[in-house]
């Protein structure tokens, strides 16, 4: 059974930096496409970024954009968001989501993940 673990959410202000981790627990085979989304109190669940399975292509939504970089360990099955340049309106509940056996494609659909994690907050204060 696939696990994903999240940690590295706390309080920052405006302005700076923070990175999340996400471990794999579980998994067997060839890495697999991953993705963060996040939901912020009172609304959905929304796409941040996307990654392939070997690392080398990135999707990321348009509100994250040039702040947000999202990248992957293989060798120590852990999958990372480092958010730079931080604004109150990123404070959410962070998750990462696993394909169960996709590896070559960027989803930005949660219905496309098969494992998520718990999720790990993100408040930020201006």
């Known amino acids: 059974q696939v696990q994903l673990v999240e940690s590295g959410g706390r309080l920052r202000q405006t302005g700076d930096s923070l990175r999340l981790s996400c471990l794999i627990v579980g998994h067997t085979g060839s890495p697999v496409s991953m993705g963060w989304y996040r939901q912020a109190p009172g609304k959905d669940r929304v796409f941040v970024a996307a990654?392939?399975?070997?690392?080398?292509?990135?999707a990321y939504a348009a509100a994250v954009k040039g702040r947000f970089i999202i990248s992957r360990d293989n060798a120590k099955n852990t999958l990372y968001l480092q958010m730079n340049s931080l604004k109150p309106e990123d404070t959410a509940i962070y998750f990462c989501?696993?394909?169960?056996?996709?590896?070559?494609?960027?989803?930005?659909?949660?219905?496309?993940?098969?494992?998520w994690g718990q999720g790990t907050q993100v408040t930020v204060s201006s």
């Open positions: 989501a696993a394909s169960h056996d996709y590896s070559h494609g960027l989803y930005s659909t949660p219905g496309l993940y098969d494992y």
């Open positions: 990654i392939n399975g070997v690392g080398n292509d990135t």
